[in-house]
């Protein structure tokens, strides 16, 4: 397939706001060298894609950042629960090394200054956590399974592992995801929620189906793991009514483009 095209394009970026001298972004499908269903800006690999529409959609991403594409850390996410320090030492690794060490990874975290980590995501929850104290950040990947299985609240415990991060300083933000309008799942899902502790009045509906709030799902357990509430914000929209802004893989199918959803401690304080 033909890529190229006569004039450069623009990646378009739904930008954060968690700080003085953070950037925090969600991609859009806008502005890039993808097409059909992965059009037209996907920077991810694993999707099916085209696989020099990525790379030159990765190349406009990191010209967008004002980094080099080696600073652009994207794991291969498996809906599991492992949560990957990105420290000095991995950036002089080889490439192969580096793509083994992000394999089966779907949080990222690092407290290198200009070093973007970020997830992929096409409906499920990508999350952000920024700790202005110690200059360090996370990137997390919660689909359904990965929010089931506390991956929120395992991110925060690891920042504050590897980086003394009080979890009542972080400041979170979750992406573009399916709202619980449009988030029907069965009985035996409503009943994993359930058996791991959340509380379903608040985070599920019925209607013909059951229906889960993943975005209230997250936002509480990052309280419960001691985020303050002001701190958290969920910023939306619903990737599934909004499929021509944002890649849904419930309205396009699982071979369609990835949202990225990118954090990069930017500049010293």
């Known amino acids: 397939m033909n890529t190229k ?10 930008r954060y706001s968690l700080g003085e001298g953070v950037v925090a972004f969600s991609t859009t499908r806008h502005g890039g060298y993808s097409h059909g269903n992965h059009g037209s800006f996907n920077v991810n690999e694993y999707c099916g894609d085209d696989p020099l529409a990525v790379a030159n959609n990765r190349g406009l991403l990191c010209r967008e950042l004002g980094i080099g594409e080696e600073r652009l850390v994207m794991p291969h996410q498996t809906h599991g629960v492992e949560v990957r320090q990105i420290a000095g030492e991995f950036m002089a690794l080889p490439p192969s090394t580096r793509k083994m060490l992000l394999e089966g990874v779907d949080a990222v975290m690092t407290d290198v200054e ?3 980590v970020g997830v ?8 952000l956590l920024y700790d202005p104290c110690h200059r360090a950040c996370c990137a997390v990947h919660a689909g359904w399974r990965g929010t089931v299985a506390h991956i929120a609240a395992r ?3 690891a920042m504050a592992a590897a980086y003394h991060t ?6 979170a933000c979750i992406g573009p995801g399916i709202s ?3 988030f029907e799942v069965g009985d035996e899902v409503y009943g994993l929620f359930a058996d791991a502790g959340f509380d379903m009045d608040k985070v599920a509906r019925r209607h013909g189906k059951w229906h889960i709030d993943l975005w209230e799902c997250n936002r ?20 599934y009514s909004h499929a021509d802004d944002y890649f849904s893989a419930r309205r ?13 401690i930017d500049k010293s304080q």
Do not use: K, N, W, Y
């Open 5 to 14: 095209t006569t004039a450069t394009p623009e990646p378009t970026l739904r």
């Open 114 to 116: 200009r070093v973007c």
């Open 120 to 127: 992929s995501t096409a409906d499920c929850m990508p999350i």
């Open 155 to 157: 991110a925060v415990a």
């Open 166 to 171: 009080e979890p009542s300083a972080l400041r």
């Open 180 to 182: 619980l309008e449009h």
């Open 220 to 239: 509480i357990e990052l309280c419960l793991a001691g985020l303050q509430p002001a701190s958290v914000s969920v910023e939306g929209p619903c990737t």
């Open 252 to 264: 396009l199918g699982t071979a369609s483009g990835r949202i990225f959803t990118g954090i990069m």
